[in-house]
């Protein structure tokens, strides 16, 4: 479980991070699914694919390189009216980067990646790095990794995982990338015919 939602102990070493989306009263339930590491040709436009068969929007957070290689798959999201974030230029992780050149490898990515919203490569951010980027972006966690990335997850399991954590307001965190392949093309629909189903509506952060 501290991999799928990590724990709220955890989430405290993130002051200002959004893990999940306020509720609003009255309104009924909502999930927002993210997509992490793409475009790339082999799985983006399978997802954009089937988001569209449901009138679903998304949140897809983009490595600027591959934008720089794919720009066509960049600007078909936009055109399909999803939300994008920066994933960093490279997919570097903070914690293994001096401040400076983190922030500067987002900044190169943002040339590429119009948006507000960052999510740090496998969550990972020095409290100096966090303080400085939560100054110029929204810091977008997540509430569920649904482990689509991992050789010993079956699609099975990440269904299941949707299934087992996904509660009101979750942060939803998929791939567009080569190790979800084989998991995410029967793993996304199925999952998101549970969401509707348990009455969930879908929204792209803001």
């Known amino acids: 479980m501290i991999i799928e939602q990590p724990p709220r102990i955890y989430r405290w070493f993130f002051p200002g991070a959004f893990w999940k989306m ?3 009263k009255g309104e009924a339930k909502c999930v927002y699914l993210t997509f992490d590491d793409g475009p790339i040709p082999e799985m983006t436009p399978l997802i954009l694919d089937i988001l569209d068969s449901y009138g679903i929007k998304a949140t897809f957070f983009c490595v600027g390189d591959n934008v720089r290689k794919h720009p066509e798959l960049y600007e078909r999201i936009l055109a399909e009216g999803h939300r994008v974030g920066n994933h960093t230029f490279n997919h570097i992780q903070g914690i293994r980067y001096w401040s ?3 922030v500067n490898n987002i900044m190169e990515a943002s040339k590429y ?3 507000d919203l960052i999510r740090p490569p496998h969550g990972h951010m020095r409290m100096p790095q966090l303080f400085r980027l939560r100054k110029l972006f929204r810091i977008i966690m997540w509430d569920v990794v649904t482990r689509d990335y991992s050789p010993h997850m079956t699609a099975r399991g990440v269904y299941n995982n949707i299934m087992r954590y ?3 307001g979750s942060i939803i965190v998929f791939h567009d990338s080569l190790k979800a392949i084989g ?5 996304l629909p199925k999952s998101i015919e ?3 189903n348990q ?3 879908f929204k792209t952060i803001a």
């Open 22 to 24: 306020p509720a609003p």
């Open 183 to 187: 998991r995410i093309e029967e793993a």
């Open 194 to 196: 549970w969401l509707i």
């Open 113 to 115: 990646i119009k948006s």
């Open 166 to 168: 996904t509660r009101n």
């Open 199 to 201: 009455g969930y509506k």
């Open 100 to 102: 400076k050149n983190y």
